[in-house]
């Protein structure tokens, strides 16, 4: 299930540019782009992620890969410039961070933070960059021969999604959910409308 749930994940695509010359290099953080791509994460009631230098690590080496040897693609070839890694997990583990899923979406031929916008502008690479299971992400531009902007999720399925059914559950009948939380909205019993007032769970 877990596979299944990561399939939608990798429909991602790559488009590169002409060459950026030095004076059009686009000299944008990771910190800049991980800024936005939680604003909108935000705006449609995903829960914000944090970055994780690691993960940045990564999508800035895939970043200089791409745009040094003016390539798409998730996959890097052993002995050109700047390769770190074949896959995405290889490089987010080659940066320090042993984790089972990670999913990578790139482009080119636009600046950081304009790729960071187009890349959620796109409906299958905004699957992954939306996802509630998402637990970090980093992000990288590079302009040193193409262009190339990169952005790593790494997700952990254990993470209950903002909206699961046992909230929808509480929300409804104001019952107790399964932190001993008592959530009051909606509750009418009498001892649950004690507990509810008192801030004290019943199991």
Known sequence: MRLLALAPLIALGLFFGAPASTA????????????????????????TIPMDA????AAQNHANYS???????????????????????????????TTTFVSEVATGGSGGLA????????PYHRLGLMHPSASSAGWG?????????VGDITYDFGIRSVDSGENRRVRRTGATSSAGV?????SRSRSRTKACRSGKSRR
Not at 115 to 122: E, K, N, R, T
Not at 141 to 149: Q, V
Request: charged share 15%.
């Open 115 to 122: 790729g960071v916008s187009q890349l959620w502008d796109a």
């Open 54 to 57: 690691r993960v940045t690590l």
């Open 182 to 186: 008592v959530r009051c909205t909606g």
């Open 24 to 47: 059009d290099a686009d000299v944008v953080s990771g910190t800049a782009m991980m800024t936005l791509h939680n604003q909108m994460r935000f705006a449609i009631g995903a829960p």
């Open 141 to 149: 531009h590079s302009d040193l021969a193409g262009s190339a902007t």
């Open 67 to 97: 745009a040094a040897n003016r390539t798409g693609g998730h996959y890097e070839t052993a002995g050109l410039p700047y390769y770190t890694g074949y896959g995405p997990r290889d490089r987010v583990i080659a940066a320090g961070l």
